[in-house]
């Protein structure tokens, strides 16, 4: 019976029991023995995905380069591929400003909190030697908050001792301090074996990967087709790897979601809790992340793919989204993103192997709406007025930070430090919006994988290396 269900009706079945089955055992007291016991299985299953997922990108792209006909072919590829990413990232940040502008969440905290918020801010403006008051209002100074500033700097002192923050904050720092240039240094390896092994370096994963390639097709046919050989029988190894892994995926969800609310609290109160505090916020987002995946990728679909219509492509690249939710990971989903482009849409082994490994490390579509969305939601509950050209700076710092993103959970809260104190803001008010950050990371992974899917059809359409299957194997 099971053996006929859809791999994607398995995980969502698997998602579905995770989340009631943590709430019953938050309820009965159960969460040490899910943390314990069942998470780990969650674990194992990420860590089997990850393992798989750099050397099937770096085969993969070898594989896609050296067979390509004409090396001239690269270049254009390639630069179709950054375009339309870029094209995307832009099109997400502007959505989430337009949605965060016209529903104001900040504006549905509690009036007497969003001043206390407002004084801490100018308290912070006022300490820091390159802060300043963006909107010129001053709170500090009016006699009717006087007696609210001591409540202020007591709450000021408690964020800046958040040591979550301090650890972000640090990061980001260092990121600030590359020159112009480290994104392109940052591109090439100093030792590609140190590149394998490190997940977060896999721009010079696919960087060594093109190059390689590339060597292959300059060189005789007939003294690298052994090599080349080599390549596609390895590649074809790692594939069977995520074929394997991928028929136990429904009870490895299952674990993964239990794990995951049963660490962020221990009765079913406290979830509830921890989301109605920003349920405004949370919903602006989702909703922001649901235009993407509804609207304006089937736009683009719609358009520019005859014969594919979006409920079908959804249905087609499903088990990756579900996938992507679970991880939170667009690199961890990577293996299974691949196959369903290339099995169930029928984008060419060429296009899928050279435009989803680059997808799944620049392109956050997912992650630069929210931190846009939070970035304005955090001015809005600290009634802090962000004009034109600051929303128009944090598009164009959500953009560049986003290639800089790491495809890795959580990796969006260092590049919002960044977009904070782009525009003036203090970067401690990232502790806010800790407690929902879990789970809409896993909702925009969703639509960065989706994305990443979109763009790889549309690219094998204008290559001609589309063929669109009657019949999907799902």
Known sequence: MMKKIPLHWKIIIGLILGIIYSLVSSYL????????????????????????AVP????SIIAGVSALPDPAKLGRMGAKTLFAYLVTTVAAVTIGLVLVNTLKPGNYIDEGQRVK????????AKATPSGRILDGKDYLGNPE????????????????????????????????EQGPLQFVVDFVPDNIFAALSDGGRMLQVIFFGIFFGIVLLLLPQEKVKPVIDLVNGINEVFLKMVEIVMEAAPFFVFALMAGVIAKMADTPGEVVEIFKGLLSYSVVVVLGLGAMIFLFYPGLISLLVKGLSYSEFLRRISPAQFLAFSTSSSAATLPVTMECVRDNIGVSQNVTNFVL??????????????????VVFLAQMHLVDLNLSQQITIVLTATLASIGSAAVPSAGLVMMIIVLQSVGLNP?????????DRILDMCRTVVNVTGD????????????????KAEPAL
């Open 29 to 52: 007291g159960w969460n040490k023995f899910t943390i314990d016991w069942i998470d780990p299985f969650g674990v194992i299953f990420i860590r089997l995905l990850k393992f798989i």
């Open 56 to 59: 099937l990108v770096l085969f």
């Open 117 to 124: 918020n407002r004084l801490k801010y100018e308290l912070w």
């Open 145 to 176: 908050y006087a007696e609210l500033v001591g409540a202020a700097t007591q709450a000021m002192q408690a964020e800046e001792g958040n040591t979550t923050v301090e650890e972000r904050m640090r990061a980001a720092e260092q990121f600030k």
């Open 357 to 374: 490994p680059i997808g799944a490390t620049v392109n956050m579509d997912g992650t630069s709406l929210y931190q846009a969305v939070a």
């Open 428 to 436: 401690a008010w990232i502790a806010i919006i800790f407690p929902v």
């Open 453 to 468: 899917a979109t763009v790889s059809s549309l690219i094998a359409k204008s290559e001609g290396e589309l063929e669109v």
